[in-house]
């Protein structure tokens, strides 16, 4: 690690080869995707690798959305580019995980039709991502929390057997890379700051830092494909407690956030932010159902 700023660590590759791109997943760039194997892997259920990428992608969905409200809101225009860039590489993420849930469970089901055509109650993204937008500072926040979990996550995925799966992974661990840089950028600069960008820097990690946990929680499925997120649990929380020391701030001590029965939004429970955020996302699609553009 940089001795200066820890998550610059993730960034001390050098520069970036020709054609490579941090920002816009799949705008302008060659296609992940373009000559990988769509076929099953061996010993990997269908059905459940299908609800599996239905789980990421609508993470990357519905935080997505939630990026793309920034637009004209952000203290300056410089960050709202910079947010809506961020929130296409994850759009660009959902789409193609969303594309391989229809391909593996044989369903046929289109991006368009995930997107679109579900109920609120559908939906399997943790409760983080679909939470209102606060202040900047929370928006930092979340995308630190988010990005820093999902990192190390599709690390793992990038050595997956199915092969679309781990395309997808390979390249969303670069992008990922500078969420966690642009966020912990902005965390040393809030909570290193001002007394006041401090306090409200700390108040944003406080509030959200109870809905992290959902992320290390297996679900059943992610059980049976072998692969369980529980395990990243320590070393994304000695991750983010060494971005936010050197922050100067606290590491939040709230317990997670509880369960309703035992069921979160891997299960489709979820919180009352979600049914609004998808009549927007979703009305102009069943206003002019079947539409092509």
Not at 12 to 18: C, F, I, K, L
Request: proline share 5%.
């Amino acid at each position: 690690m940089t001795d200066d700023h820890v998550y610059l660590s993730l960034a001390e590759a050098g520069p970036e080869p020709e054609g490579e791109a941090r920002w816009a997943y799949g705008t302008g760039f060659t296609d992940p995707l373009l000559g990988v194997d769509t076929a099953l892997p061996a010993g990997v259920d269908g059905a459940d690798l299908a609800v599996y990428c239905q789980l990421l992608g609508d993470d990357a969905l519905v935080l997505s959305q939630r990026l793309i409200e920034w637009v004209t809101c952000a203290p300056e225009l410089e960050e709202e580019v910079a947010l809506a860039n961020l929130g296409l590489d994850l759009l660009g993420q959902a789409r193609h995980l969303l594309t391989r849930a229809g391909q593996a469970d044989g369903s046929g089901r289109t991006e368009d039709d995930f997107a679109y055509l579900r109920e609120e109650q559908e939906f399997r993204n943790v409760r983080l991502v679909e939470l209102p937008n606060g202040d900047f500072a929370e928006c930092v926040a979340r995308l630190l929390l988010f990005a820093t979990a999902r990192h190390a996550l599709y690390e793992r995925l990038a050595t997956h057997p199915d092969r679309v799966l781990a395309a997808v992974a390979a390249r969303s661990v670069k992008e990922l890379a500078y969420h966690i840089e642009y966020a912990g950028s902005w965390l040393l600069r809030l909570g290193d700051g001002t007394e006041l960008s401090a306090r409200r820097m700390q108040a944003a990690l406080d509030a959200l830092w109870p809905w992290l946990d959902e992320l290390f929680t297996p679900h059943e499925v992610e059980l049976r494909l072998g692969l369980d997120p529980s395990e990243l649990r320590e070393p994304v929380l000695a991750s983010l407690a060494a971005m936010i020391a050197e922050a100067t701030l606290a590491v939040p001590t709230a317990q997670p956030r509880a369960f309703v029965n035992g069921r979160g939004g891997r299960h489709g429970v979820h919180t009352e932010a979600l049914g609004p955020l998808l009549a927007e996302l979703q009305v102009v699609a069943r206003a002019h159902p079947g539409a092509t553009w």
